[in-house]
């Protein structure tokens, strides 16, 4: 219900930052930003990359699996993450 009624009551207390969250997990996934805490490793050989959020380790899973599922509308290229494709649109077709 917090997201629809704006409110947040769990607050980061970084000097300087003060942003607020609806809940404590937001502000537990936030507070890396500020620690530098990178839990999550991505396990595939050679690799060694880590992140802050489980959902960033899924989406940059996809470069391993080989998988691409962002495609460019313009000239049908593919790319596994939609930021690569994103870039590419900028680039060559705007």
Known sequence: MRTHNGEKPFMCHESGCGKQFTTAGNLKNHRRIHTGEKPFLC???GCGRSFAEY???RKHLVVHSGEKPH????CGKTFSQSGSRNVHMRKHHM
Not at 71 to 74: E, G, K, L, T
Request: glycine letters at 0%.
């Open 55 to 57: 959902s960033s380790l």
């Open 43 to 45: 396990e595939a050989q």
């Open 71 to 74: 495609q460019c509308q313009v």
